[in-house]
Every structure is written in C-alpha cells, then in structure tokens.
T-cell receptor, first 114, second 109 residues
Framework: NAGVMQNPRHLVRRRGQEARLRCSPMKGHSHVYWYRQLPEEGLKFMVYLQKENIIDESGMPKERFSAEFPKEGPSILRIQQVVRGDSAAYFC????????????FGSGTRLTVV | KNEVEQSPQNLTAQEGEFITINCSYSVGISALHWLQQHPGGGIVSLFMLSSGKKKHGRLIATINIQEKHSSLHITASHPRDSAVYICAVEGGGADGLTFGKGTHLIIQP
C-alpha cells in the first residue's frame, strides 16, 4: 500500500523552461493538496483539487502556475517559464475526504531553477 | 486568515532532556496537526488533534481549544529526534492546512 508518490524527487530547470511535478495520492484518496516551501520559509498552501475539479486555487500565483487532477493518472502541478524565485520544495498531500480525516504527505519535489 | 505562531524557533538540547514546543493560533480551528520534517526529507504526520491529549511512544501532544494553544512534548530525547517540527491548523475558513514556520530541534549526544 504505497503512500503518496511524488516525482521527480529533484528537478533542475533553466530559466524559461517548463516544470511538471507529479503526485499520485494514496490509494482511496481523492483529495489532493499542493504546498510550496520556499528556502528558509514555512509551507504555504497552493491549491486543493478533487478528481477533475479545482476546489480552491487561492494560493496559486495568478500567472505561469496551473494544476490538474484528471480522472485517470496523477495530479500535475505545472510551472511555465520558470524563474529563479520558483526554486523551492513542492509537497503534495492527500486525504480520503475533506475535513479532519488526516493527511498523508509525499516526499516532495525539490525544484532548482538555474 | 489564521496566524500560526511557534516557539521556540530553534532549540538545542542534550540527549535525555524533556522537550516542549509550543504553538498558538488566532482563529478557531477544526483540527491541529504536528508534523516532522528531517533535513532534505519528506514530511511525516505525527498527530492530529481536535481536543485533549494524544501520546505515541515518547511523543505527547496536547491542545487547549479555549486558549488556542497546543504543545508537543518529547520525553527522553534522542539525537534521532533532531528535525524540524511543524504545527499546522485546519479549518477556520481555509482549505488545506495553515502552517507555522517550524521549530528546528537539535539533540546533542
């Protein structure tokens, strides 16, 4: 029973390239949350998705960032035209339902923009 | 918007000492989480609390809903407990979790 799987673990992109981060939730979990951890800062909420729906994207930058959670396959966080300030650890967490059911976190993707 | 404050920010202690990390928040919540993160590592959920006290091995977490305050205690601390401990709250009108900045704990042998 695998936990939350994130890949890649480490991703290096040049400025202007696209970054695609993947998250496969725990089996039976249909709620996915993405969080960003900037260097020397705390974790910040980015987006909350259920299958085929974005529920809350209030923490996502308005430009260049998008997220999806298709009916089949992993959730994808996409960053277009990356800049140095996008360098961070991106964590995904999943839960079986909304509200007080606990979260399981992935190991994160460390994005470095050079 | 909930504000989550943790103290201390950094803590260095000797092996065997009793450790306390504090967390306070500003708005009513539905649950509070304590998380552990090792350097360069993933995040592990230690506790989810909505009232009272929970214990797991050498770790104890308490919450006082009226005072909007929680504590994480580690008894008989060990160097392998060295990590960042993060308090996070759920509810209060927001989706997902709102996090404190973490407490960097170092246990010296």
């Amino acid at each position: 029973n695998a936990g939350v799987m994130q890949n890649p673990r480490h991703l290096v992109r040049r400025r202007g390239q696209e970054a695609r981060l993947r998250c496969s939730p725990m089996k039976g979990h249909s709620h996915v949350y993405w969080y960003r951890q900037l260097p020397e800062e705390g974790l910040k909420f980015m987006v909350y998705l259920q299958k085929e729906n974005i529920i809350d994207e209030s923490g996502m930058p308005k430009e260049r960032f998008s997220a999806e959670f298709p009916k089949e396959g992993p959730s994808i966080l996409r960053i277009q035209q990356v800049v140095r300030g996008d360098s961070a650890a991106y964590f995904c967490a999943s839960s079986p339902m909304a509200g007080n059911y606990g979260y399981t976190f992935g190991s994160g993707t460390r994005l470095t923009v050079v | 918007k909930n504000e989550v404050e943790q103290s201390p920010q950094n803590l260095t202690a000797q092996e065997g000492e009793f450790i306390t990390i504090n967390c306070s928040y500003s708005v009513g919540i539905s649950a509070l989480h304590w998380l552990q993160q090792h350097p360069g590592g993933g995040i592990v959920s230690l506790f989810m609390l909505s009232s009272g006290k929970k214990k797991h091995g050498r770790l104890i977490a308490t919450i006082n809903i009226q005072e909007k305050h929680s504590s994480l205690h580690i008894t008989a601390s060990h160097p392998r407990d060295s990590a960042v401990y993060i308090c996070a709250v759920e509810g209060g009108g927001a989706d997902g979790l709102t996090f404190g900045k973490g407490t960097h704990l170092i246990i010296q042998p």
